[in-house]
């Protein structure tokens, strides 16, 4: 079965510090990846995806995530914090087959201080 | 550019009442999903569909009922709303494997 983990609950970073948010996967053959981010009270939007090819892929916002099949990991990165990245991010593993879903991990709340 | 409408926004609604949270979307998917979360918490799948006229349980049991008469609607419905569904629902789709979830902004509802 699939599974998604974001082993940090809470991250604090200080505006302009570089980030990292964890995200590892279990799945049988090569995932599709997702990143979303989530601010109070809104949907979630798509950060960046992989699906296949280069493994450092870039998104929306000034994110970039690199994905390591040996670690299967799929970590969110960011150069620079600024204040308004603080909200909730969600990694994600696609469906495959027909009749499997989006696997969700449970979030990371992300606050930056000035 | 994705296109995904829910509405309402935001709902307060007495014990007891019958309502329906209404999710649209543009894109043609043939994938529609049912979220349900709480503020700050994971997503919880509650209900999803493969396309018009199917519908499938999530793995959060729900009290809602969905229906997919038409390929772009996908609406939910609580029959008897009470004080435990207070929570926001995010309504998501996408195509039926290898693409990405586009998500509405939510309705966010309040059973007093």
């Known amino acids: 079965a699939q599974s998604v983990t974001q082993p940090d609950i809470h991250i604090t970073v200080s505006e302009g510090a570089s980030l990292e948010l964890r995200c590892n996967y279990s799945?049988?053959?090569?995932?599709?990846l997702f990143w979303y981010v989530q601010s109070p009270g809104q949907g979630l939007q798509l950060l960046l995806k992989?699906?296949?090819?280069?493994?450092l892929v870039q998104g929306i916002k000034g994110f970039e995530a690199e994905f390591k099949r040996s670690q299967s990991s799929f970590n969110l990165r960011k150069p620079s914090v600024h204040w308004s990245d603080a909200a909730e991010y969600f990694c994600?593993?696609?469906?495959?087959?027909?009749?499997?879903?989006?696997?969700f991990g449970p979030g990371t709340r992300l606050s930056v201080l000035p | 550019e994705a296109d995904i409408y829910q509405t309402p926004r935001y709902l307060v609604i007495g014990t007891g009442k019958k309502i329906t949270l209404e999710c649209s979307q543009t894109?043609?998917?043939?994938?529609m999903y049912w979220y349900q979360q709480d503020p700050g918490m994971e997503l919880h799948l509650i209900h999803y569909?493969?396309?018009?006229?199917?519908?499938e349980k999530g793995d959060l049991s729900s009290e809602s009922t969905v229906s997919r008469i038409r390929t772009e609607h996908f609406p939910l419905t609580l029959e008897s709303a009470r004080p435990s569904h207070t929570s926001q629902y995010l309504c998501?789709?996408?195509?039926?494997?290898?693409?990405?979830?586009?998500f509405g902004q939510g309705t966010r509802l309040t059973v007093v």
């Open positions: 998501a789709s996408s195509e039926s494997r290898g693409g990405s979830a586009f």
């Open positions: 799945y049988g053959a090569t995932p599709y």
């Open positions: 992989y699906f296949s090819g280069d493994t």
């Open positions: 994600a593993v696609g469906p495959h087959n027909y009749g499997q879903n989006f696997v």
């Open positions: 894109m043609g998917h043939d994938k």
């Open positions: 569909s493969y396309g018009v006229n199917s519908t």
